[in-house]
C-alpha cells in the first residue's frame, strides 16, 4: 500500500462529499499519534522546538510542502512551537488530501 507521504494532493474543486468518521480513522492511523481530529472538521498537531529559528525552519519547510502541493494549512508559530490545523477550505471540511498534507509535515521531523 502507497504511503500517504508519497501520494500528491489533488486540489479540491468543491462539490465533493466529506470525509465520514469511518473514512478519517484508518487514514488518522498512518499519522504521527500526535495529529487529532478536531470536531471531524480539521486535523491538528502541535510540535516543540529548543527555540523560535528551529520552530520558524519547520514552518517554512512546511510552507515549502504547501506550495508544492498546491494545498495550504493554517500555522501558529511562536517560541519554540509551531501549531499546524490542516482541511479543505473549499468544502469546509476533511478529504484525502488533508491527511496527505499531514503525513508530509511527518517526514519533517521523523
Not at 499519522?31 to 514552518?59: C, E, M, Y
Request: hydrophobic content about 40%.
Amino acid at each position: 500500500m502507497e504511503q500517504l507521504s508519497e501520494k500528491q494532493c489533488i486540489p479540491c474543486k468543491g462539490g465533493v462529499p466529506p470525509l465520514s468518521t469511518s473514512e478519517m480513522a484508518p487514514l488518522l492511523t498512518q499519522l504521527n499519534p500526535d495529529w487529532q481530529i478536531v470536531d471531524g472538521h480539521h486535523l491538528l498537531r502541535v510540535w516543540s522546538f529548543d527555540n523560535f529559528v528551529k520552530a520558524l525552519q519547520f514552518t517554512n519547510d512546511a510552507g515549502a510542502i504547501c506550495e508544492q502541493e498546491g494545498h495550504h494549512a493554517d500555522f501558529e508559530l511562536s517560541w519554540g512551537r509551531v501549531s499546524a490545523k490542516v482541511w479543505t477550505h473549499k468544502i469546509d471540511a476533511l478529504v484525502e488530501a488533508d491527511f496527505i498534507l499531514a503525513a508530509k509535515f511527518d517526514t519533517l521531523t521523523n
